[in-house]
């Protein structure tokens, strides 16, 4: 069973910085499609980025392209996202996400991952 941790949340100003890391444990294959989605208060969760461990290619939703990093280190099992340029409307609850896939594909950012972590909490005020 793949287990996953999420932490570095916290709350920032806007034009701030974040780095948020998923430790995972309990891989049974060599290649997941790893994503990090959001979900704020009323709203409907999102994917923001995700990271093919095969092929190394990450994508992004365009709202964070260019603010946000995604990378892996794989000698850790931990995903990180690195977030720039905070603004409100990135605050919410993230999760990192795990699939057994090797790539990520185009509906990725639909949430069809096998397993989530249990989230951790980015506040970003004006």
């Known amino acids: 069973q793949v287990h996953l941790a999420e932490s570095g949340g916290g709350s920032v100003q806007a034009g701030g910085s974040l780095r948020l890391s998923c430790a995972a444990s309990?891989?049974?294959?060599?290649?997941?499609?790893l994503g990090w989605f959001r979900q704020a208060p009323g709203k409907e969760r999102e994917g923001v980025a995700a990271?093919?461990?095969?092929?190394?290619?990450?994508d992004y939703v365009d709202s964070v392209k260019g603010r946000f990093t995604i990378s892996q280190d794989s000698a850790k099992n931990t995903l990180y996202l690195q977030m720039h340029s905070l603004k409100p409307e990135d605050s919410g609850m993230y999760y990192c996400?795990?699939?057994?896939?090797?790539?990520?594909?185009?509906?990725?950012?639909?949430?069809?991952?096998?397993?989530w972590g249990q989230g951790t909490q980015v506040t970003v005020s004006s």
């Open positions: 996400a795990a699939d057994p896939s090797w790539i990520c594909g185009g509906r990725w950012s639909f949430g069809g991952f096998a397993y």
């Open positions: 309990g891989y049974t294959t060599s290649a997941y499609c």
């Open positions: 990271f093919a461990t095969a092929s190394g290619i990450p």
